[in-house]
Nanobody, 117 residues
Framework: QVELAESGGGLVQPGGSLRLSCAAL????????MRWYRQAPGKERELVAS???????MYEDSVKGRCTISRDHLKSTAYLQMNSLKPEDTAVYYC???????????WGQGTQVTVSS
């Protein structure tokens, strides 16, 4: 089992940057696929980016070239670096961890990102 704690959200102007962090508290961080989802008001939760234990990555089309997902195994932390932020990136961002052996999934509490001038 793992507990996830996100941080790094906030208010940023269009064109600005934020780095979200997701600290995984528990064992065997290297056995989890880490994902970032987001949910805007009135919309369904959508996958933004994911990274495998071997650091293979994928991105949702609207964030390609603007976001970078990464992970630090020594710190048991995943990151989402977001650049050139747009108002449509405004959402609550959630960290998700899925164990590659059991397929069990765990969620963080979410962190608000607001892009506004």
């Amino acid at each position: 089992q793992v507990e996830l704690a996100e941080s790094g959200g906030g208010l940023v102007q269009p064109g600005g940057s934020l780095r979200l962090s997701c600290a995984a508290l528990g064992n065997n961080f290297s056995t989890y696929v880490m994902r970032w989802y987001r949910q805007a008001p009135g919309k369904e939760r959508e996958l933004v980016a994911s990274i495998t234990p071997g650091s293979s990555t994928m991105y949702e089309d609207s964030v390609k070239g603007r976001c970078t997902i990464s992970r630090d195994h020594l710190k048991s932390t995943a990151y989402l670096q977001m650049n050139s932020l747009k108002p449509e990136d405004t959402a609550v961002y959630y960290c998700n961890a899925q164990n590659i052996r059991t397929m069990a999934q765990y969620w963080g509490q979410g962190t608000q990102v607001t892009v506004s001038s």
